[in-house]
């Protein structure tokens, strides 16, 4: 698939998700869809799953909110990324998985936006450092910020990187 396909079908997943913001808007919903992956396993949770954020293992969380996404990283997860043992590849591939299972993106999109936010979490190890009190952090992205994103696909994940290191900053769970 080019990235002129890649970038339509975003488009329109995008498109979507604004539907479904302004559905949550409407309906005053303030939560409706998450997902889980275990890093060690990569084996996805069910989409309605209530992780454990305080296991042993690493763990990453997508949730959709009306105002955007919230990727949270427990604790076991956000000190292995500080301490450079959390391998790049396979935090690519829990956040591909994760996005794909949360309905985020699929496909290509999922592993190439993985991979970029696996990359901006390993460039920003001083603000994670700071940002985590021992309970993990986490990554709000606004769909405003999401739709930035999404215009660096075509760039490739130097792009998409680039756009996360401007907007994108932990927050202490």
């Given amino acids: ?23 949550a808007i409407n ?7 998450s997902a889980s992956v ?13 992780p454990n954020l305080f296991n042993s293992s690493e763990a990453i969380i997508v949730k959709s909110h009306w105002w955007g996404i919230d990727i949270i990283l427990n604790e076991k997860l956000t000190t292995d990324i500080i301490a450079g043992t959390a391998a790049t590849g396979s935090v690519a591939t829990a956040l591909g998985a994760a996005l794909s299972v949360a309905g985020i993106v699929t496909g290509g ?7 970029a936010l ?3 979490f390993a460039l920003k190890v001083a603000e994670l450092k700071i940002a985590d009190n021992g309970k993990g952090v986490h990554f709000p992205i606004t769909w405003p910020q999401w739709g930035a994103l ?23 769970n």
Avoid at 1 to 23: C, D, K, P, R
Avoid at 38 to 50: F, G, K, Y
Avoid at 152 to 159: C, E, H, K, R
């Fill in 118 to 120: 696996a990359a901006a």
């Fill in 150 to 172: 999404l215009a660096g696909v075509p760039a490739g994940v130097a792009g998409v990187v680039a756009a996360l290191l401007l907007f994108i900053h932990p927050l202490r």
């Fill in 109 to 115: 999109v999922a592993t190439l936006i993985g991979a």
């Fill in 1 to 23: 698939m080019n990235n002129s396909n890649l970038l339509a079908q975003n488009t329109t997943q995008f498109e979507n998700n604004i539907g479904l913001l302004e559905n």
């Fill in 38 to 50: 275990d890093v060690d396993s990569t084996n996805l949770l069910s989409a309605n799953a209530v």
């Fill in 27 to 33: 309906s005053q919903a303030l939560e409706f869809d």
